[in-house]
T-cell receptor, first 117, second 113 residues
């Protein structure tokens, strides 16, 4: 149980285009989902917290107009990288709160490798 | 500001050895601590979750301990196998924020056959 499905697993796009990444909770409802970015051999950095039915909360230094987050339902959150640049190339991972509370930890998607050329 | 540190950054040991990975955090006001495994280019797999009121958790060959007062957690791996090779991350969930978790920098573990 408690599976988070993330798609696509990898994507290559041209500079200036936009890319959408989906994160779905398959067997539970996720009021809150989280988006992380990871550079090679580095840890995960929280980008934003996505709340169903409301605006996402972005971490300091993350451009909300560049990284658009939509959490339209209890099972789906999307991250759209707009006007992508090569420096946006990274590994993006989503996660969701399991069990609706603090007692059960997080479960993570399998990640999306974005390469902007 | 909560900071999470993992030592060592990388570790290579021969197969069969028991080993300990360390995680330290600066603010003891945590709700829980979670250990994850990450294989190259993959997402995170949760290994063990320790609530702030607990001292340790065990799963198979893995044992995680938590000493909240000293800001430390250890992940003990018994009888290591080449399949244990991965990056291990610890993460703390804060009391001060409803849902945020802060990750350590990870330990890259390599088990030599």
């Amino acid at each position: 149980g408690a599976v988070v499905s993330q798609h696509p697993s990898w994507v290559i796009c041209k500079s200036g285009t936009s890319v959408k990444i989906e994160c779905r909770s398959l067997d539970f409802q996720a009021t809150t989902m989280f988006w992380y970015r990871q550079f090679p051999k580095q840890s995960l950095m929280l980008m934003a917290t996505s709340n169903e039915g409301s605006k996402a909360t972005y971490e300091q230094g993350v451009e909300k107009d560049k990284f658009l987050i939509n959490h339209a339902s209890l099972t789906l959150s999307t991250l759209t990288v707009t006007s992508a640049h090569p420096e946006d190339s990274s590994f993006y991972i989503c996660s969701a709160d399991v069990g609706g509370g603090r007692d059960y930890g997080y479960t993570f998607g399998s990640g999306t490798r974005l390469t902007v050329v | 500001k909560q900071e999470v540190t993992q030592i060592p950054a990388a570790l290579s040991v021969p197969e069969g050895e028991n080993l300990v990975l360390n995680c330290s955090f600066t603010d003891s006001a945590i709700y829980n601590l979670q250990w994850f495994r990450q294989d190259p280019g993959k997402g995170l797999t949760s290994l063990l979750l320790i609530q702030s009121s607990q001292r340790e958790q065990t799963s198979g060959r893995l044992n995680a301990s938590l000493d909240k007062s000293s800001g430390r957690s250890t992940l003990y791996i018994a009888a290591s196998q080449p399949g244990d090779s991965a990056t291990y991350l610890c993460a703390v969930r804060l009391y001060s924020s409803a849902s945020k978790i802060i990750f350590g920098s990870g330990t890259r573990l390599s088990i030599r056959p």
